[in-house]
């Protein structure tokens, strides 16, 4: 986890740990002495979450700004830590950059599992219109013709089981 040490009055950075720095992209040089808001949230001046809007910041997904100017999330949570008098806050966070990854990915898979299944919906209504027509047809010329008085024995037999399959598949 990144660690980052801020003076609660200044906001500025006062100390930070490797895992930080390489997710920064930046050396400790630069870091150190500097506003946080440059760095993490990013916020405006005078509107730090914790100590400007005392809002309670406690897991909450961020973002931390890499020295190519990109954004990483992150999953933080503050501190108030009292030193030598002096107030701090210690900040400490997680890259949120493979969960986020693997959202987008879940998303994008639900979203084509969701329309395979539209499609689906779609071919099953269109084939069950397009068999049932014809079907209908069948079953009522066969049915007519089960009405002749005229029909023979094995040809009457015939017609019943076209009437028979046709329900049949018109149930399925």
């Known amino acids: 986890a990144g660690v980052v040490v801020i003076d609660s009055e200044t906001h500025r950075i006062t100390d930070v740990n490797s895992f930080a720095l390489n997710l920064?992209?930046?050396?400790?040089?630069?870091?150190i002495g500097a506003v946080c808001h440059g760095f993490l949230c990013p916020a405006e001046v005078g509107r730090c979450p914790i100590t400007d809007l005392h809002q309670d910041v406690d897991h909450a997904e961020r973002s931390l700004v890499k020295a190519d100017g990109s954004h990483v999330p992150i999953l933080k949570s503050v501190m108030p830590l009292v030193r030598q008098g002096r107030r701090y806050l210690v900040e400490a966070f997680g890259d949120l950059t493979d969960q986020k990854r693997t959202q987008i990915e879940l998303l994008k898979a639900k979203e084509a599992a969701e329309g395979a299944d539209r499609a689906k919906s779609t071919f099953l209504a269109h084939m069950s219109h397009e068999i049932r027509t014809p079907m209908n047809a069948i079953l009522g010329y066969s049915q007519?013709?089960?009405?002749?008085?005229?029909l023979?024995?094995?040809?009457?037999?015939?017609?019943n089981i076209i009437n028979r399959s046709g329900d049949?598949?018109?149930?399925?």
Request: glycine residues 8%; negative net charge; without cysteine.
């Open 24 to 31: 920064m992209g930046r050396e400790r040089e630069e870091v």
């Open 168 to 172: 049949h598949l018109l149930h399925l």
């Open 144 to 150: 007519l013709m089960l009405r002749d008085p005229s």
């Open 152 to 159: 023979s024995g094995p040809a009457k037999e015939n017609l």
